[in-house]
Every structure is written in structure tokens, then in C-alpha cells.
């Protein structure tokens, strides 16, 4: 690894390490940065993982940690973003930070993001600070905010898993730097928030949200949300991770008839994965839908397990025509599901499984 490290040392320990890792977002990246180092909070170490950059990101990087002596980058061969974040958790509990923070290198976040959300950690001595967000679109955005409180782990699992009051993203949220004490991050590119998110909040005791909106997650066209290539399989690995989590060790936690609604959402979400890997696939080249084959039979598998032929009479027409196709994984119930997908976008201007 080809590092360059700025040779700052503080007096004391940082209260947080932000942490960005950074691949190829030279057109955003000025603007994340300069949100992270104007943050009130001034104690900070911000930690820039160049992930193997081929624009100008890794002199953007190196340009910015000249300036400000709390910056430090590390530059690395392209390995992905979590094993990117996986490093820089480890120089974060170098340089001892109580608290470690996510950005993504296309986001930006509101200069007193850090401060009110380190107080109510302090305050509640939570493992897990959550806040509301912003998706910004190029030309309009739309916010979310968590209902404000402190819970317990049954209860944030709850939230996280059967309700909208939290969400997966690492972005969002302001860690305990012992949350990652026994968590090694996965090699994995994309939609694997979902499945880990869960995991680590297994582990912690106490949660706070906040209901005020302080990251701001910019939406572009090559956003992971808005494709419609392979790499839809992570979303299906990351909801049938998630379902067996539920299926098992939550059944333990709840009382049934709340296990049963966490359940029964998940496994929604479990079809509507399927559903879009099922219409995208004739969309795939030979040598995808080949070496991937084996997940068609997997989600036909799970179908045939947990839904009924049709799937439930409650569900809309899409997922029950995915309950039934998908049970069967061969050419012509793709071809169906593809020739269906391009009918509906035709006539709408949408898919047959909207985003």
C-alpha cells in the first residue's frame, strides 16, 4: 500500500474521526471536505482513503491535508469502499478517537452536525447516534427525520428493521469507536449497508435519534439506487441476509405478533429484490447471467420456501406476478419479466419495479 500520512500529532486524543473514503468524485469532493473541516467542533481527525482514484480526487485530497493539519490520507489501490472504511477505522483507534463518523465523498453535512450529535451521545452514553437526512436531487430534495428518543437494543433493532423510524446508512450516524471492536468490514461493493448495519447494533446497548436533518445525500445518475446492473444481486444477498436474521435470531427477542410484522416486511422486501433482478435480467451479457445463474435457483428456492403460488392477495399485482414467475428459473420467465419491465417503462416512462 502506497500511503501518505500528515504527521500532525494532537495534544489530545480526537473526539471524532470522520472518516471518507474517495473514489473518483473530484466534481463533489471540494464541497464534502470543506463541510467536514468547517464543522464547529473543531477537535476532529478526518481520515481520506483515496480508494485506487483515477481522476484528480488523490491531488484534491493531498491538497486539502496541506492545508488543514487535522486532515490525514492514505492512498490505496482501488479495493472498495468498505474495505477503504475497514482501514480507516483502524487509524482512528490509533490515534484514539472516542467516536467515529461516515461521509461519502459525493455527500456534504450542516456545520453543527458533529457537536449536537457527539452532546447526545454524551449525554445518553450511547453506542449509536442516528440523524435526519436530505436527499438532494439536482433539482429538488426531500428530508427524513427519525422520531427523536433513546432505546434500548430490541427497540432500535425493532425501528431499524420493522418500521421507518430508522434506516440502514453508516452515513447518518455517529458511532462508538468500540462498535467496531469485534466488526471486520466485508469485501463487498454496493447495497451492503442493509446487512450491516443489523449486525453491528446486536452488539450496543443504547441508541439516540435526533430529528433534525443534518447530512445531505446527493443523488447523481451513477448512483448504486438508480442502476440496473449486476450488482442488483447485492440488494437480494443483503434482504435474504436480513430475513434470516429475523427468521431466527429476532423470533427470540419480540412477542410473536410483532416478530410476525418485521417479518412479513422483510420478506416484501425479499420479493421486491427479486422482482428487480428477475425483470433486469435478459439485460445482463452471457457471461454474467452465467456465472450468476446459481442466484436465480437461490431466490426460487427462498420463493418457493416463504410465499405463497401467487404470493398474498394484499400485495401489489408486480410482486405477486414476481411470486409466481420467479419460482420457476429459466429463460422464459426472465424473458417474461424482461418483455413486462420494458412494456410498463414504455407506457409509463418507469419501471415495473420503481425505485
Known amino acids: 500500500m502506497n500511503d501518505r500520512e500528515n504527521n500532525h500529532i494532537m495534544t489530545n486524543h480526537p473526539e471524532i ?12 469532493l471540494p464541497a464534502c471536505i470543506e463541510s467536514v473541516c468547517g464543522q464547529t467542533l473543531r477537535n476532529l481527525d478526518i481520515i481520506l482513503i483515496d480508494d ?14 496541506a492545508k488543514d493539519d487535522r486532515i490525514r490520507v492514505f492512498h490505496t489501490k482501488n ?5 477503504a472504511r475497514g482501514l ?31 452532546e447526545k451521545a454524551r449525554e445518553a452514553d450511547a453506542d449509536v447516534v442516528e440523524c435526519g437526512y436530505s436527499i438532494d436531487y439536482p433539482d429538488h430534495h426531500t428530508k427524513w427525520t427519525p422520531e427523536a428518543g433513546t432505546f434500548g437494543q430490541t427497540e432500535a433493532l425493532c425501528r431499524l428493521l420493522g418500521s421507518d423510524n430508522a434506516h440502514d446508512f453508516f452515513w447518518n450516524k455517529l458511532w462508538k469507536t468500540g462498535c467496531f471492536d469485534s466488526f471486520a468490514f466485508p469485501d463487498a461493493r454496493a447495497y451492503m449497508d442493509a446487512c450491516i448495519t ?28 438508480h442502476s440496473h446492473d449486476i450488482r442488483l444481486l447485492n440488494q437480494w444477498r443483503a434482504n435474504k441476509d436480513k430475513f434470516e436474521f429475523i427468521n431466527g435470531r429476532m423470533k427470540e427477542m419480540l412477542p410473536p405478533e410483532r416478530w410476525e410484522a418485521i417479518r412479513e416486511k422483510q420478506l416484501v422486501k425479499c420479493v421486491y429484490a427479486i422482482g428487480r433482478n428477475w425483470t433486469w435480467w435478459n439485460g445482463h451479457t452471457a457471461g454474467e447471467k452465467k456465472e450468476n445463474r446459481h442466484y436465480l435457483k437461490e431466490m426460487a428456492a427462498f420463493l418457493r420456501t416463504h410465499t405463497a403460488f401467487f404470493g398474498e392477495a394484499s400485495w401489489p399485482a408486480s410482486l405477486r ?21 420494458q412494456r410498463v417503462r414504455k407506457r409509463n416512462n418507469t419501471n415495473y419495479f420503481a425505485s
Not at 474521526?17 to 463533489?28: A, D
Not at 447494533?201 to 439506487?225: K, M, N, P
Open 52 to 65: 485506487g482514484s483515477t481522476d484528480a480526487s488523490g491531488e484534491i485530497c493531498d491538497r486539502y491535508a
Open 79 to 83: 479495493q472498495g469502499h468498505y474495505l
Open 17 to 28: 474521526s470522520v472518516i471518507i473514503p474517495v473514489c473518483n468524485t473530484e466534481k463533489f
Open 321 to 341: 406476478c414476481t411470486a409466481c414467475l420467479g419460482k420457476f428459473p429459466n429463460r422464459l420467465s426472465t424473458s417474461i419479466a424482461w418483455a413486462m419491465n
Open 198 to 225: 443489523y449486525r453491528i447494533y446486536t452488539g450496543q446497548q443504547t441508541f439516540v435519534s435526533l430529528d433534525e436533518v443534518f447530512y445531505h445525500y446527493r443523488q447523481t445518475t451513477g448512483s448504486i439506487i
Open 88 to 118: 480507516a477505522v483502524e487509524k482512528a483507534r490509533e490515534r484514539g478517537s472516542g467516536y467515529i463518523g461516515f461521509v461519502d465523498s459525493d455527500d456534504w453535512i450542516e456545520p453543527g452536525m458533529y457537536e449536537a450529535m457527539l
